[in-house]
């Protein structure tokens, strides 16, 4: 059910303060020049919510690049599982619709304990993107530029104010209690958020149709000799996965301090390497470069929305500014759209 | 969870990246945006460079060998021990009886504070580094050209460039993020030459590729300056104005007209004068080299035919030009910058300088030694002649690293005392006498310098693994035992030391570098913004000089006993000995065993198949590898990395010297090759 309140700019730090002493706060904070990330709060006022919506994304806080699982000693097994309670305040709608693709994955078939128990334990603020970056393309897949469900508190900065949206049980669980900062949104408020959520829809530089990428590839049959020429260009670096807020692969192993004791873990890994999809008998399935690009948008082009009935990409952007040879998914996509079958 | 600003290290491409804090445990890395070398993209060691910080095998607390086992000590034991053997040997033997190995894995601070203690407490100039096996020929040799033995320009100017000359660099592998700026500035129509007899990945975006023979660079390039000459593709107003000398390297230089160099290049003659026309005539050109220039005999000879090519032409001395050698380590640069040389002080101050060796006198308060020492190679012959007696070793692993390892091997053995101070229980750290742990970059402050001169600051993100300390503690805790009190509360004061000694860093202080981009020397003052791109106006030594080079072939030829030609380097997966990319379990899995590429017609001929085992053996040893057969290698060579201590291929390299720079020809040596039944 989602509900309006208006909250005062100059009460969001208070706001913040009450909560932080309930939960550990995150958010978007400036490191000097070297730009913003996601981390642990220690000033609320470092808090800086004029950022790029390609900050590294909060996939990290639930699904860690690195995770221990648990520790063996002398007979005795030490689950370890992350249940800190946390809110992760101002990140995008990008990222609070992947994270709901990410609650599927890890949460419907196969419940992932790991996953779940950071998840359940985490709430997330998410704010409007008014200007949205030359990177961007979520417009057209509707994860952003704003939300209408699936999220828990909603922010569209409207000037002097917040529009304080609320969807779900846990967002407003966290209103009820500071009730008296909040106040009912006037006609006024609607109308300026109507019309910043109009000007942020027009100002989308990017528009990549995925679904015109996925017929294209359905019907017409894109040649190896494309992904081949697309693969000369890969660096190998696996930036793609690592960054997309989407990408779940994941190797399990095992550091072994001597016998009987050790940690098991899991990180991160992607299909981007060969070494993926290595079998028994030293077989490299995937050795081209070319057959691992492929697989990738294949499974977020086609495979995601079999399975979900949503393409497996949010249109962060994330993956055109950390892909070294420039062949993320805003490109491809548009190469495939286009019909650029060249082979130089 | 936190995220710390730091510096990758691995390459010296000085990536900026952060490491993911959760409970004291690493648990991720991100890239930082918009920096000016890796602009929000790593390669895969970035990615995956924090696995091996917390790993089991770490050495937790020092040790001390007793009849041939190690056991664990206390630091204050190890420590009291060192300096009695250490001040033992010193008065028994001198000074020079030591020999010291700084690390280019160290910050700034430490390779200092190493210099320092070789040359004020142990009395020795006896201190080099691993620079000496990859660009000991690029800092005599542009030294001796320009004055000044760095990259010249700077990595975001490169994507601006019209032309990219890249000549013995596997820049996308080896300096991935350099390679992406270099596929920018192509994707932006830069015409790009790569000379390198493999065909890389660089090399099939190359517009033109030279497949010249190992060793004859000298040659190639000296026919290209001989087409450039002939044909009046000379800045003679810049030949004029800022350098010197040139009409005898022009005598030498007409000696090797293109049909001479085809005759001992391989490259055709018409490819040549192509690429001749295209770098002189293009306005903004830059030249990238890297180890197969350097790692010859002629390596200074390499080096300077590519100052020389950079001058004639007058591609030097503005944005999107000069001579850029792109460094292999993470500092690299720093340690050279700090004086891990056995002749220079920080900064490339000579010790043979009266005036300025009485500077660093005053500074430290003591006498120091005037002649300049052994170079590291020359180290381990002189330990075999028992002349070296004692070795302090940080951070290297030359049992692996070293031309002919079995050499090094043997010349660790017959030391009396070494000590070996490392992350890892290294090849050579089992040889110690004692060995201490070190912290990683994750667990101590400090700079780096990367290869394009940007000094950045490293911050800890976690405490030091186990009982180890950073190697700036360690080595003041062991002067202090040796009665000379190396005194800093922190980094930044050590810092401060080097600032006010070595005036290309005097404007280089911590507080203006944290949580930024980093200032690129020469910064003579505190409010200096760095300098992008060198020699502006006027060449640092003056005017610069041309110095003539004649080819000379490699110091071992294939005949009939070897008949092909084993050329080293590294992958993209692995950094040198392996001590960390090894323990990343990513990279282990892309790349776990050693691979030797080779020619399919020459794999037939053999009758080897893909991935069949293979005897490579040199007059100096032999190994066992899988054969790789690829293309990218042409007929006549095969290539093999010298990541792995199972195939360590540097049993089989030459140890042969440049006679000035002494780096070993890691590049060329004949083998033999035979099919493991």
Redesign the interface.
């Known amino acids: 059910m989602r509900n309006s309140l208006v909250l005062d700019k100059n009460y969001l730090s208070y706001w913040l303060r009450q909560i932080r002493q309930k939960m550990s706060l ?1 958010a978007p904070i400036r ?10 709060v220690e000033n609320i006022h470092e808090i800086e919510l004029n950022c ?1 919506a ?3 994304s909060a996939k ?2 639930l699904f ?5 699982m648990f520790r063996l000693s002398e007979g005795t097994v030490d689950i370890l599982r ?1 249940d800190t309670k946390r809110l992760i305040f101002g990140v995008r709608s990008c990222d609070i619709s992947a994270i709901a693709l990410l609650d599927r994955f890890f949460g419907e078939n196969f419940v992932d304990d790991y996953y779940m128990s950071r998840r359940v334990n985490t709430i997330f603020i998410s704010i409007v993107c008014n200007n949205p970056e030359p990177t961007c393309f979520c417009l057209g897949l509707g994860t952003g530029p704003f939300l209408k469900s699936n999220f828990d508190i909603q922010l569209t900065d409207i000037g002097d104010r917040y529009i304080v949206e609320t969807y779900s049980k846990k967002g407003s669980d966290l209103i009820k209690d500071y009730y008296y900062l909040f106040s009912k949104p006037k006609k006024s408020d609607y109308e300026t958020q109507y019309e910043i959520l109009l000007s942020s829809q027009a100002s989308f530089e990017k528009r990549i149709n995925l679904e015109n990428a996925r017929q294209k590839i359905l019907i017409e049959r894109i040649s190896d000799p494309f992904w081949d020429w697309i693969g ?2 890969c ?5 793609c996965v ?2 997309c807020p989407l990408c779940t692969c994941f ?1 399990v ?1 095992d ?3 001597s016998e009987g004791s ?1 940690t098991r873990f899991r ?3 992607a299909c981007m ?3 993926f999809t ?1 079998i028994a008998g ?1 077989i490299w399935p995937a050795e081209k470069k070319g057959t691992r690009i492929k697989q990738w948008y294949f499974h977020k082009l086609l495979y995601y929305p079999d399975h979900f009935g949503k393409f497996g990409c949010v249109g962060c952007g994330r993956c055109t ?6 062949i993320d998914m805003a490109t491809i996509v548009y190469k495939i759209d286009i019909g650029d079958k060249r082979r130089r | ?3 710390i ?1 730091t510096v990758c290290p691995y390459c010296g491409c000085g990536c ?1 990246l ?1 490491l ?1 804090v ?1 409970n004291d ?11 000016p070398v890796n602009n ?5 060691k ?2 995956n460079c ?2 091996f910080i917390q ?2 095998d770490r050495l937790r607390y020092p040790l001390i060998k007793e009849g041939g086992s190690f056991r664990q000590a206390s630091w204050d034991e190890a420590l009291k021990l060192i300096a009695a053997r250490f001040s033992r040997i010193k008065e028994s033997s001198g000074s020079d009886s030591i020999g010291i190995v700084s690390s280019a894995k160290c910050t700034n601070e430490e390779n200092y504070l190493m210099m320092k203690f070789a040359r004020a407490v142990i009395g020795t100039n006896n201190i080099d580094h691993c620079a000496r096996l990859c660009h000991s020929s690029t800092v005599g040799g542009l030294a001796a050209a320009f004055g000044s033995g760095a990259m010249t320009n700077s990595i975001n100017e490169i994507a601006y460039a019209r032309l990219l000359f890249v000549i013995g660099s596997n820049t ?1 592998e080896q300096h ?2 350099i ?2 700026h270099m ?2 500035a192509v ?1 932006k129509g830069a015409i790009l030459i790569v000379a390198d007899p493999r065909r890389t ?1 660089i090399a ?2 190359a517009h033109t590729h030279l497949r010249h023979r190992p060793g004859t660079d000298v040659a190639l390039l000296n026919s290209i300056m001989n087409v450039m000459i002939r044909e009046g593709l000379v800045d003679i107003p810049f030949v004029k104005r800022r350098t010197e000398n040139f009409d005898s390297f022009k005598d030498t230089v007409m000696k090797y007209p293109p049909e001479v160099a085809e005759r001992i290049t391989g490259v055709s003659a018409e490819d040549i004068k192509k690429v001749a026309r295209v770098y002189a005539t293009e306005k903004r050109s830059m030249l990238f080299y890297s180890m197969g220039i350097t790692q010859h005999i002629t390596g200074v000879d390499n080096v300077c035919a590519c100052a020389n090519l950079a001058m004639l032409t007058a591609h030097i001395g503005l944005p999107m030009t000069g001579l850029n050698p792109l460094r292999g380590q993470n500092n690299v640069q720093g340690a050279c910058d700090m004086g891990a040389l056995p002749d220079l002080y920080s900064g490339y101050q000579k010790v043979a300088d009266p005036k300025l060796r009485k500077k660093f006198e005053m500074a430290w308060r003591v006498k120091l030694p005037s002649t300049p020492g052994l170079t590291l190679i020359e180290m381990f012959d002189s330990a075999l002649k028992n002349d070296i007696q004692a070795m302090y070793i940080m951070g290297e692993n030359p049992v692996i690293s070293n031309p002919d390892a079995s050499h090094a091997w043997d010349a660790l053995k017959s030391l009396d005392f070494l000590v070996v101070q490392d992350t890892f229980l290294s090849d050579t750290a089992e040889l110690a006498d004692i060995v201490l742990p070190a912290a990683t970059f994750a667990e101590k402050d400090g700079t780096f310098t990367n290869t394009e001169r940007r000094v950045q600051k490293i911050k800890a993100a976690i405490k030091p693994f186990g009982e180890s300390k950073p190697d700036w503690e360690i080595i003041c805790a062991l002067s202090r035992e040796m009665v000379y009190d190396l005194n800093y509360r922190a980094t930044h004061e050590i810092m401060e030391e080097i600032a006010l000694l070595t005036p290309i860093y005097r404007g280089i202080l911590h507080h203006r570098l ?4 980093g200032l690129q020397w020469p910064c003579p003052d505190v409010t200096h913004p760095g300098t992008p791109f060198l020699h502006r106006m006027k060449f640092a030594k003056g005017l610069g000089t041309f110095m003539p080079v004649t080819f000379v072939p490699p110091a071992e030829i294939p005949d009939k006993k070897f008949p092909f030609i084993l050329t080293t380097g590294r992958t ?1 997966f692995h950094y040198h000995t392996g001590t960390m990319c090894r323990r990343t ?2 990279l282990e ?2 790349y ?1 065993e050693c691979l030797m590429e080779i020619n399919p017609r020459d794999a037939d001929s053999l009758r080897i198949k893909n ?1 069949d085992k293979v005897r490579v053996s040199s007059k100096r040893g032999t190994i066992i590898v899988s054969a790789y057969v690829t293309e990218r290698t042409p007929e006549g060579i095969v290539f093999i990395p010298f990541h792995f201590k199972e195939a360590a291929v540097n049993l089989l390299t030459n140890p042969a010297l440049d006679p000035s720079a002494k780096i070993p020809e890691y590049k060329v040596c004949a083998v033999n090759i035979e099919p493991v039944k």
């Open positions: 995150i490191v000097g020049n070297l730009g913003v990330v996601l981390k642990t790029p390609s900050i590294p990290e806080f860690p690049q690195k995770e221990d992350n000369r260009r660096f190998e670096c696996g930036g690592y960054e190797n192993l550091r072994v301090k050790g990180i991160w890994d390497f060969k070494g290595k030293n500014i950390t892909c070294p040879g420039h | 969870m936190d995220k600003p900026g952060y993911c959760e445990n690493i648990i991720g890395v991100s890239p930082v945006r918009n920096h929000s993209s790593l390669c895969v970035g990615w924090f696995e790993h089991p996308t991935p993020m390679g992406m596929l920018d994707d990945q099939e975006f944290d949580n930024n981009y993209y379990s990513t899995r892309e776990p991935m």
